[in-house]
């Protein structure tokens, strides 16, 4: 049960549109190896947070539903993608995500967070350390 907006495949893939750095960084999640602290720049927003796999970013989403269709339906794609992952995502998942603004100073925060790499113009490893 795969999202038909997220199934990319080596034919219609095209490097140019994404970072390949970032792609690997999904990849690297998604594969088990490591889960990175990144700040992406989406929208002249900051996002603070660390990348997961899309897999683990469902599995998250459904434990915060209570049983039933939606939450049925949600392990059903996370289960999808353990058994056929996407070398090619369209998505970055991140958990402890803090949004920064230049303008307002302050952070909102959100537990999980699902960016379109398109829209992502920006990225740095690590996190935002505090200046007095």
């Known amino acids: 049960m795969m999202l038909k907006n997220e ?3 080596e034919t219609n ?3 140019e549109e994404f970072d390949s750095t970032l792609i690997d ?3 690297n999640a998604s594969n088990g190896i490591a889960e990175t602290k ?3 720049q989406v929208n002249g927003f900051f996002a603070e947070g660390t990348v997961i796999s899309a897999n683990n970013y ?3 989403v459904a434990e915060n539903h209570d049983e039933g269709q939606f939450q049925s339906y949600i392990l059903g794609v996370a289960e999808s993608l353990d058994k056929d992952p996407n070398p090619y995502p369209l998505f970055i998942h991140l958990v ?3 949004f920064h603004s230049s303008t307002t100073g302050g952070a909102i ?3 999980l967070w699902r960016a379109k790499l398109k829209d992502i113009t920006g990225f740095t490893y690590g996190s935002f350390n505090k200046v007095d």
Do not use: A, G, Q
């Open 13 to 15: 893939f095209r490097p």
């Open 25 to 27: 960084l999904i990849n």
């Open 109 to 111: 925060t959100f537990p």
């Open 58 to 60: 469902f599995k998250i």
């Open 96 to 98: 402890d995500v803090s």
């Open 7 to 9: 199934i990319i495949t």
């Open 38 to 40: 990144i700040i992406i």
